[in-house]
Nanobody, 120 residues
Framework: QVQLVESGGGLVQAGGSLRLSCAAS????????MGWFRQAPGKEREFVAT????GGNTYSEGRFTISRDNAKNTVYLQMNSLKPEDTAVYYC?????????????????WGQGTQVTVSS
């Protein structure tokens, strides 16, 4: 199983940007597709972005961009033009297949999450 640790969350004003990082350890990172999800209080977990194991295929929602550096065992989420409704705990996840997925239960390993708060 892959161990994941997110970082980079915090408080930002509306219109601002943040870049989240997720450091992986324990298995061969480059064999895993990765994803970002978020969950706001009282709401269901929501898909944000996904990237294939090679990094060649990505899919993300709106203002967010996912990328990875397999040499550093790290996946990133660049978030631009943030809005108050983007406030949530953001989770990094790994799936033991090379292809992307936007479905949370297709992921095998999860980080502890990092809080993102966007003020108006």
């Amino acid at each position: 199983q892959v161990q994941l640790v997110e970082s980079g969350g915090g408080l930002v004003q509306a219109g601002g940007s943040l870049r989240l990082s997720c450091a992986a350890s324990g298995r061969t990172f480059s064999n895993y597709a990765m994803g970002w999800f978020r969950q706001a209080p009282g709401k269901e977990r929501e898909f944000v972005a996904t990237i294939s194991a090679s990094g060649g295929n990505t899919y993300s929602e709106g203002r967010f961009t996912i990328s990875r550096d397999n040499a550093k065992n790290t996946v990133y989420l660049q978030m631009n033009s943030l809005k108050p409704e983007d406030t949530a705990v953001y989770y990094c996840a790994a799936r033991k297949y090379r292809s992307t997925s936007s479905v949370w239960f297709e992921y095998d390993s999860w980080g502890q999450g990092t809080q993102v708060t966007v003020s108006s």
